[in-house]
């Protein structure tokens, strides 16, 4: 045998056993990037059945919560809103009040829920319980 064959033979065979090589690679990148989308937690990367408004609300609306009851002094606070195609059209805030009396006024609650959804206070229903 001469050896251009053999030469010839072997690049063959390097070249076969490189493009295996690199079919491997890239499945196994592949594989990867899925694995690290699959435990990212973005937001983006949330399952597309669920609702993004929703989510961001709910937390929109435990931030709220908690600072109606550390600054207005109320025992408790529930927030429920309305919205439609990622805009919030009304909300509604039932207070339980607490032993004290409360810290802040109506008014004021109305204007930092207000302010703090983008709504005018009109849109704001308030009750206690």
Avoid at 2 to 9: A, E, P, Y
Avoid at 59 to 70: G, N, S, T
Wanted: charged share 25%; proline share 1%.
């Amino acid at each position: 045998m001469s050896t251009k064959k053999i030469l010839g033979s072997l690049g063959g065979f390097v070249l076969i056993i490189g493009v295996i090589v690199m079919g491997i690679m890239i499945r196994a990148g592949s594989s990867l990037q899925k694995k690290e989308m699959e435990h990212s937690y973005c937001i983006d990367n949330l399952n597309s059945s669920l609702d993004k408004d929703s989510l961001y609300y709910d937390y929109i609306i435990e931030m709220l919560v908690e600072e109606l009851k550390e600054k207005s002094g109320v025992a408790d606070c529930k927030i429920r809103i309305n919205y439609s195609n990622g805009d919030i059209l009304s909300a509604n805030i039932s207070v339980v009040a607490g032993a004290d009396e409360n810290n802040i006024s109506e008014t004021d609650m109305l204007d930092y829920v207000s302010q703090a959804l983008g709504i005018p206070t009109e849109n704001i229903e308030l009750s206690y319980d």
